[in-house]
C-alpha cells in the first residue's frame, strides 16, 4: 500500500512552525517553493505525491558505475583543457618565451652532462666562472621581465649549480695534477671571484641612491637613470653581462680543440640564435639583448665549427 505525505506550494516565508522561515529566493519572489511539510497551515492546498521506495541494490551499483565514469571523462576533459591552456598561453610552446629558456637548459644540460661522462681536463674555469655570474643575474632577469617567465629562471638557477660543480672538479683537478703550483692558482681564483662578489654587492648597495640623485636632475643622465632598460635596472645588467661569454670566447679561438667541449658550444651557439628572437618579443624590447646575442652566437659557432671539423672532418 502507498503511503501518500502532503506536498504544499507555497513560499517559505508564509510558513510558521513555532518561528519564522524566511524565503531563500526573497519575500519578492514569484515563484512558489515545493515544500514538504509535517503539519499543514491553515488555508493552503495539497498535491499528494507518493513515497519513493528504495532504490534496488543493482541499480544503485550501475548509478555509481555512472557517476565513476562521469567523473573520468570529466578528468580527462580538465586535463585536455589544461593542457590546451599551456599550449596557448603568453609562455607556452607556440611561443618564443618557451623555446628561449628551454635553450638555456642546454648550458646546464651541457655542465652535467660534461661532469658526469667528460673529464675535467676539458674544463675551461674562466667559462665556468663567468656563467655562474651569468644565470645569476638572469634569473632575477626572469623574474622582472613581463611575462614573467619562470622557466628560464629555473634552467639558469641549474646552471649556477652545474657550473659551480665544474669549478669544484677544476680545482681538485688542479691541485692533484699541479702539487705545486696548482693550491695557489685555485686560492688566486677564489680571492678573484670573492672579490667580484664584493664589488657586485657595494654596486647593489649605492645604486638606489644614486639614481635618486641622477633623476633629481634634467637632460640625458636623467633619463638614462629612469629608463626601464637604463643601467639601474636589471634589463640592463643581465643582457650586457653576457658580452662576457664572448669575450671568454675571443680569448679562447685559438684554444685545442681537445679542450674544447662540444655540447657546451653547442648549447651557446644555440640560446645565442634564439634569444636574438627573444630580445623583440619581451617588454621592454632589448636591442643590446639581441646585439650581444649576436655576438654569443658567432663567437661560439667559431669555436664549434673548429671542434666539429677537428673530431669528425679531419680524422
Not at 517553493?33 to 488555508?43: S, T
Not at 667559462?127 to 634552467?155: D, E, H, K
Not at 680545482?171 to 672579490?195: C, D, F, H, L, W
Not at 638606489?208 to 634634467?218: A, F, Y
Request: proline share 7%; glycine share 6%.
Amino acid at each position: 500500500m502507498r503511503v501518500y505525505e502532503p506536498v504544499m506550494i507555497a513560499k517559505l516565508s508564509s510558513i510558521r512552525e513555532g518561528r519564522e522561515v524566511r524565503d531563500p529566493a526573497g519575500p519578492d519572489s514569484k515563484w512558489p517553493v515545493l515544500l514538504r511539510v509535517d503539519k499543514a497551515p491553515p488555508n493552503t492546498s495539497f498535491i499528494p505525491m507518493p513515497r519513493q521506495d528504495p532504490l534496488p541494490l543493482g541499480s544503485v551499483q550501475k548509478a555509481a558505475s555512472l557517476g565513476v565514469l562521469s567523473f573520468r571523462v570529466f578528468s580527462r576533459a580538465s586535463r585536455a583543457m589544461a593542457l590546451a591552456a599551456f599550449i596557448n598561453s603568453p609562455t607556452g610552446p607556440m611561443t618564443t618565451h618557451f623555446w628561449g629558456p628551454i635553450a638555456n637548459w642546454g648550458l646546464a644540460a651541457s655542465g652535467m652532462y660534461d661532469a658526469a661522462l667528460k673529464g675535467p681536463e676539458i674544463i675551461n674555469e674562466r667559462m665556468s666562472a663567468t656563467q655562474i655570474l651569468y644565470s645569476g643575474l638572469f634569473v632575477r632577469f626572469a623574474w622582472a621581465v613581463q611575462p614573467r617567465n619562470y622557466i628560464l629562471a629555473s634552467c639558469h638557477t641549474a646552471n649556477v649549480l652545474a657550473q659551480g660543480n665544474q669549478l669544484r672538479r677544476w680545482g681538485e683537478y688542479k691541485i692533484q695534477t699541479e702539487p705545486e703550483t696548482g693550491p695557489s692558482t685555485v686560492r688566486n681564483a677564489g680571492i678573484m671571484a670573492a672579490g667580484a662578489a664584493a664589488g657586485i654587492a657595494a654596486m647593489v648597495v649605492a645604486s638606489t641612491p644614486l639614481q635618486n640623485s641622477l633623476k633629481g636632475g634634467s637632460g640625458f643622465l636623467a633619463r638614462m637613470a629612469s629608463h626601464p632598460a637604463g643601467p639601474f635596472y636589471i634589463h640592463f645588467w643581465a643582457p650586457n653581462f653576457k658580452w662576457a661569454l664572448s669575450i671568454n670566447n675571443l680569448m679562447d679561438y685559438d684554444r685545442p680543440t681537445d679542450k674544447i667541449s662540444l655540447s657546451m658550444t653547442s648549447a651557446l651557439t644555440l640560446t645565442g640564435l634564439i634569444f636574438m628572437r627573444w630580445s623583440f618579443v619581451i617588454t621592454p624590447v632589448n636591442y643590446s639583448l639581441f646585439a650581444v646575442n649576436c655576438a654569443l652566437s658567432s663567437s661560439s659557432g667559431y669555436l664549434l665549427a673548429r671542434k666539429v671539423k677537428a673530431d669528425y672532418f679531419d680524422k
